[in-house]
């Protein structure tokens, strides 16, 4: 198997470059061209479209985005183009290629509201600029004639890059007091469960005839088990940071409300998915959230 690698060093793409090693033949790329004269920056659609027909991969998995929640408010033309034109040019050549695309989107294409685990087919309504391309992007894959599986997943965090778990440590080291948002619910995503995951779904999706293979394309949701707040997942890394032997400065974490921390982009309150469609389709068994944080805690430290 021949497996094309795009975003090979953001946070999940970092992880992928290791997960999809024992699948096959892995050719990873970043916006840089390579030694071969391969460059895999989607917003340039001619060198994406030499990248593809010169690997002719089986697999295509995009791990790159625009994920500038804020910046997106402002920089809609940018955020459009490499979350939405840029995937729907992509599943265009993946059709042409007959080769699988791997692609990664958010809960933000949801409204963010109620207090339910958002399940597949719920219906999509996105608050800010950044949900809205990321659900065009997905609109440009039921649209397209490719073979896809969309992974929909939330509050991505890994050793490597920034992410809430650096941030907390870094101003519980110089600051006695916090104020970490109480009102809004999700799940920390590890970049190595997702990618883990996404090399299980990969060897099980060639195992099947191609009928078989027609019944698995869509969208999916990926996140571990379990759900907590931002203030509970701040206090929970603070408990293991000491217990870990770090010294950190911080005495008292005070919960608040969304509207007290205003942003540029609206935020979701409920960002809960139902992962049971992914379990049961794949034969897969999740973690609850927490093992993933420790180990990236301990990881940082």
Request: aromatic share 8%.
């Amino acid at each position: 198997m021949k497996i094309l690698l795009l975003g090979k060093n953001g946070q999940v793409g970092w992880e992928l470059q290791r997960a999809l090693q024992p699948l096959g033949q892995v050719v990873a790329l970043d916006r840089t061209i390579n030694l071969n004269g391969l460059c895999g920056d989607i917003a340039n659609f001619a060198a994406i479209k030499d990248a593809i027909e010169s690997i002719n991969p089986d697999v295509v998995v995009n791990a790159t985005a625009y994920t500038a929640v804020d910046k997106a408010e402002s920089e809609k033309e940018q955020a459009d183009l490499i979350n939405h034109f840029a995937v729907a040019h992509l599943a265009k050549l993946c059709e042409q290629q007959d080769a699988l695309l791997i692609h990664y989107s958010t809960d933000y294409v949801f409204n963010g509201q109620g207090e339910t685990a958002w399940i597949e087919d719920d219906l999509a309504a996105p608050i800010n600029h950044y949900g809205q391309t990321k659900r065009d992007g997905e609109i440009a894959l039921e649209n397209s004639n490719a073979r896809f599986i969309n992974f929909r997943t939330c509050w991505v965090y890994a050793a490597r890059g920034q992410n809430f778990i650096k941030t907390m440590l870094k101003l519980a080291q110089i600051k006695e007091e916090l104020n970490v948002i109480q009102d809004q619910v999700g799940v920390p995503t590890g970049a190595a469960l997702i990618a883990d995951v996404t090399a299980q779904v990969i060897r099980y999706y060639f195992l099947q005839n191609k009928e078989q293979q027609k019944q698995l394309h869509g969208h999916y949701h990926l996140a571990p088990l379990g759900e907590t707040t931002w203030y509970d997942y701040a206090n929970y890394i603070f408990v293991h940071a000491r217990n870990h032997g770090t010294v950190l400065t911080i005495q008292k974490v005070h919960p608040i409300a969304t509207t007290a921390y205003p942003t540029p982009a609206k935020r979701p309150l409920n960002s809960r998915l139902n992962t049971q469609k992914l379990q049961q389709t794949f034969k897969l068994h999740l973690p609850e959230w927490q093992l993933g944080v420790d180990q990236v805690i301990e990881e940082i430290l």
